[in-house]
Nanobody, 114 residues
């Protein structure tokens, strides 16, 4: 079975940094582009970043460029999202998804205090 297990969320003060992870299993991880998506309380899902299967290219919405860095370790079947300069507006459930959005992880909660 395809599984995506996100972890690393927590409570962080505004201005801090956090790295969240997503461990994949049940498929050939290195064959797929991957995505991070977030959902703030009471809001719609928001695309955060994409990465190509080999990890050589990443994409971000203009609003998040510069603070978010997505990476992957194909040897460890693991996806990462480094978030710097955290702001209260970054408070959300962060989900990893396989590139075509056909499989999602359970989400990890990031809470930023002001």
């Amino acid at each position: 079975d395809v599984q995506l297990q996100a972890s690393g969320g927590g409570l962080v003060q505004s201005g801090g940094s956090l790295r969240i992870s997503c461990v994949a299993s049940g498929f050939i991880f290195s064959n797929y582009g991957m995505t991070w998506v977030r959902q703030a309380p009471g809001k719609a899902f928001e695309w955060v970043s994409d990465i190509t299967s080999g990890g050589d290219l990443t994409y971000y919405p203009d609003s998040l460029k510069g603070r978010f860095t997505m990476s992957r370790d194909n040897a460890k079947n693991t996806l990462y999202l480094q978030i710097d300069g955290l702001q209260p507006g970054d408070t959300a459930l962060y989900f990893c998804a396989r590139g075509s959005y056909d499989y999602w992880g359970q989400g990890t909660l990031v809470t930023v205090s002001s």
